[in-house]
């Protein structure tokens, strides 16, 4: 019984490891992109759209324009421009847009940076 059991275990094992190595496989090179992450100018509350309610536009308001980071891809998508040219950066530096376009992911992103208190 232990025999087939170890045996289960190593067949297994060896089934997932493709698993594991595709991830690495699919993964974006890392450019200088601050691990996949991308600083987000958010220049007004109206950007958001429906992503937030009056309340949360009205707590907003004042702290903006605001710079946030999102991944690479949610950042492309608020800035409506590709990720493949957000990644195209100069080794060391980190990517950055405009944020053109709102959408859950920076609506929250902006929500939680806003509540933060002032860096005196």
Not at 4 to 21: E, H, K, M, R
Request: with cysteine; hydrophobic share 45%; aromatic share 2%.
């Amino acid at each position: 019984m232990l025999r087939f059991t170890t045996t289960i275990a190593a067949a297994l094992a060896l089934a997932s490891a493709p698993a594991f190595a595709q991830d690495d496989q699919n993964a974006l090179p890392d450019h200088g992109t601050a691990n996949g992450m991308v600083n987000v100018s958010v220049p007004n509350v109206d950007v958001l759209g429906d992503f937030v309610s009056k309340d949360q536009a009205a707590s907003l308001k004042d702290g903006l324009p605001m710079t946030v980071q999102l991944p690479i891809g949610i950042a492309a998508d608020a800035c409506g421009v590709n990720a493949s040219d957000l990644a195209k950066v100069k080794a060391g530096t980190v990517p950055s847009c405009t944020a053109k376009n709102g959408s859950r992911a920076l609506a929250e992103q902006l929500l939680k940076q806003g509540k933060k208190p002032p860096k005196e």
